[in-house]
């Protein structure tokens, strides 16, 4: 599986923009670039995710590089309820499972 | 919305029982996932099932097994239980067998403790 790169962790203030990086070089034609987020004592949460083009949803924005080897998620309005381990995660192939890296641990403060 | 459901939510037993977790999927999906997440570690896949046959498989022990019914719930079955095993379990929902493009949602998890 192509593996990603984050962050261990990063802080934010409330109600200001979080941009969480995430590299992955060795990305393939076909991987799809999975976020998902894990609040503490909660399963892990669908964030977002897209092959190629910038994609928006009310949770957040990705931005994906033009060679596709990084991309970035983008928190508008980060609220102490962001608080999470975000995981950045290429879906490969046809495989349906996900293989979560170590993440990057987002402590929001007022 | 409907979510995916977990039960039990806590489990404890000892060591070299049994253990049966459940897992009832969003309505109308068809692909079901488990996985493990240890103590201070991240989630690790199981194993998945898509219609009822699986569709792939992780680094499960081979004292687990689990199975999709007709109904698409899902059950892990664990024997012979190790304390290595005490962890949380999520089951995962998907429509359509998953893939690339396909999200998957989480169910809040069975926390298990062998003793």
């Known amino acids: 599986d192509a593996k990603t790169t984050q962050p261990n962790s990063m802080e934010s203030n409330e109600e200001e923009p979080v941009h969480l990086p995430c590299n992955h070089s060795?990305?393939?034609?076909?991987?799809?670039i999975h976020w998902y987020r894990q609040l503490p004592s909660q399963g892990p949460e669908y964030v977002i995710h897209?092959?190629?083009s910038n994609v928006n949803n009310r949770m957040a924005s990705l931005a994906i590089a033009e060679d596709r080897k990084s991309s970035t998620l983008i928190l508008h309005r980060a609220t102490l309820r962001d608080a999470a381990v975000y995981y950045c995660?290429?879906?490969?192939?046809?495989?349906?499972?996900?293989?979560f890296g170590t993440g990057t641990r987002l402590q929001v403060t007022l | 919305a409907a979510g995916v459901i977990q039960s039990p939510r806590h489990l404890i037993k000892e060591k070299r029982e049994t253990a049966t977790l459940k897992c009832y999927p969003i309505p109308r999906h068809d692909t079901v996932y488990w996985y493990q997440q240890g103590p201070g570690q991240d989630p690790q896949f199981l194993i998945s099932?898509?219609?009822?046959?699986?569709?792939d498989k992780g680094s499960i022990p081979d004292r687990f097994s689990a199975q999709q019914f007709s109904d698409y719930h899902s059950e892990l079955n664990m024997s012979s239980l190790e304390l290595g095993d005490s962890a949380l379990y999520f089951c995962?929902?998907?429509?359509?067998?998953?893939?690339?493009?396909?999200?998957?949602?989480f169910g809040p998890g069975t926390r298990l403790t062998v003793t």
């Open positions: 995660i290429l879906n490969t192939g046809t495989a349906s499972k996900l293989t």
């Open positions: 099932f898509y219609e009822k046959m699986q569709s």
């Open positions: 060795t990305i393939s034609g076909t991987d799809y």
């Open positions: 995962a929902s998907s429509l359509g067998g998953g893939g690339p493009g396909g999200e998957q949602y």
């Open positions: 897209g092959l190629t």
